[in-house]
């Protein structure tokens, strides 16, 4: 089945430091592939989402593109803040109604200044 | 832009008793929503999927007269946790598919409800 594969967290880093973090799918047919974010003791907000390979995804300085090719969905900052830490959600969409998203296990990203 | 209010957003109960989550779809007609789980520092576990007028899908391992759903209208749907026990103590999440993005099949996620069982 269709599943999502993100890096292990915490990702420990200094405030301005870029920021990657990687995302991987195995999907059959053509997925929507998204990032969530949820910060302490709240809900997920929908960061960024790209719909077809190619699709570059972007909101708040953050930056993921939907690579066919790779099976990828890297979420990019090129200068993080304290207030970006969080934890970070890649998910997918198989595109079917009905479906409910596949989210990845999650990486917490904690940013100290 | 698409809203899913969940409430209660915290919820502390005695063991044995029951507590229901409700989702409203505020601005959208939500004729399916999802019902997550989440434990501390893991991620979403898919309990169920709930249709309006139907009868909702449970995944594997989720016990249905456990956890019961019910949509009766294309704008609520409600989770029971009945005969709650401290392992039911968990982050429940809602999420409607459709809204503003219903096109390119984006989601709408409830804020949550932290439930503790004593």
């Known amino acids: 089945g269709d599943s999502v594969t993100q890096m292990e967290g915490p990702v420990t880093l200094s405030e301005e430091a870029f920021l990657t973090i990687n995302c991987t799918y195995t999907a059959t047919g053509y997925p929507s592939l998204f990032w969530y974010v949820q910060y302490p003791g709240e809900g997920l907000q929908l960061l960024l989402k790209?719909?077809?390979?190619?699709d570059k995804g972007s909101n708040k300085g953050f930056e993921a593109t939907y690579r066919k090719e790779t099976t990828s969905f890297h979420l990019e900052k090129g200068s993080v803040q304290v207030s970006d830490s969080a934890v970070y959600f890649c998910?997918?969409?198989?595109?079917?109604?009905?479906?409910?998203?596949?989210f990845g296990k999650g990486t917490t990203l904690s940013v100290s200044s | 832009g698409a809203v899913v209010s969940q409430h209660p957003s915290r919820v502390i109960c005695k063991s044995g008793t029951s507590v229901k989550i409700e989702c409203r779809s505020l601005d959208f007609q939500a004729t399916t929503m999802f019902w997550y789980r989440q434990f501390p520092k893991q991620s979403l576990m898919l309990m169920a999927t709930?249709?309006?007028?139907?009868?909702?899908?449970?995944e594997q391992g989720v016990e249905k007269d456990k956890f019961l759903i019910n949509h009766a209208s294309l704008t609520l749907s409600t989770l029971t946790v009945t005969s709650a026990h401290p392992e039911d103590s968990s982050f429940y999440i809602c999420?409607?598919?459709?809204?503003?993005?219903?096109?390119?099949?984006?989601?709408?996620f409830g804020s949550g409800t932290r439930l503790t069982v004593v």
């Open positions: 999420s409607a598919p459709g809204g503003a993005g219903q096109l390119n099949y984006g989601y709408t």
């Open positions: 998910a997918l969409s198989a595109n079917q109604a009905g479906t409910a998203l596949i």
């Open positions: 790209a719909t077809k390979a190619d």
């Open positions: 709930s249709n309006e007028g139907s009868k909702a899908t449970y």
